[in-house]
């Protein structure tokens, strides 16, 4: 199993919807996680971050943390067509920060 | 408010050149990496340093060095620049691998080698 993996997407929502984001994690990785936004052509951004289990909430975003299921997501209530963007989900493993490759969200207006 | 900054947006060379890509940051963070990313690859880690003249290897190293001679400048060098090294570089700095903590992100340089 690779260290942090998410699906690719491209994950297309209508506006308004919800927007759910999933990634998994190996054993390898700490649990504490990280969910950065990332504009075509821009440099990922620090949206979210969880370090316990359960659920925290930030305007419109949510994070939840499964440690048992080793399992992170990302909840996006009423979507907007500024939402769309790759996101990347990252976790530490001793002296780095692993990242996934990132899911392509799109908001259909 | 952090600033990681990169001395260029947007960077052009030939095969063959000796490239220089700056980072500084204005925080006194401890630790900083490089990065570079590829569509369907995404960010894969090049080198990091937690501390001035030190330098641990990441996932690629091959082809590239580092130098961190300050501990808000980190230098990533392509010695002999090729047409595989085309790519975005991202530099980013975080405060203390001692209390996990989100990574600062430089604006990245998109690198294009002819």
């Known amino acids: 199993q690779k260290e942090v993996e998410q699906n690719s997407g491209p994950l297309s929502v209508p506006e308004g919807a919800i927007a759910s984001l999933n990634c998994t994690y190996s054993?390898?990785?700490?649990?504490?996680f990280f969910w950065y936004r990332q504009y075509s052509g821009k440099s990922p951004e620090l949206i979210m971050s969880?370090?316990?289990?359960g659920d925290k909430e930030d305007g419109r975003f949510t994070a939840q943390l499964n440690k048992a299921s080793q399992y992170v997501s990302l909840l996006i209530r009423d979507s907007q067509p500024s939402d769309s963007a790759t996101y990347l989900c990252?976790?530490?493993?001793?002296?780095?920060?692993?990242f996934g490759k990132g899911t392509r969200l799109h908001i259909l207006p | 408010d952090v600033k990681v900054t990169q001395s260029s947006r947007y960077l052009v060379k030939r095969t063959g050149e000796k490239v220089f890509l700056e980072c500084v940051q204005d925080?006194?963070?401890?630790?900083m990496f490089w990065y570079r990313q590829d569509p369907g690859l995404g960010l894969r880690l090049i080198y990091f340093?937690?501390?001035?003249?030190?330098?641990e290897k990441g996932d690629i190293p091959e082809g590239y060095s580092v130098s961190r001679e300050k501990k808000e400048r980190f230098s990533l060098i392509l010695e002999s620049a090729s047409t595989n090294q085309t790519s975005m570089y991202l530099c980013?700095?975080?405060?203390?691998?001692?209390?996990?903590?989100?990574?600062?992100f430089g604006p990245g340089t998109r690198l294009t080698v002819l």
């Open positions: 054993d390898r990785v700490s649990q504490s």
């Open positions: 925080m006194d963070h401890e630790n």
């Open positions: 340093s937690y501390d001035v003249k030190m330098k």
């Open positions: 990252a976790g530490p493993r001793r002296d780095k920060i692993i």
């Open positions: 980013a700095s975080i405060p203390s691998l001692l209390v996990y903590n989100e990574q600062f």
């Open positions: 969880i370090y316990s289990n």
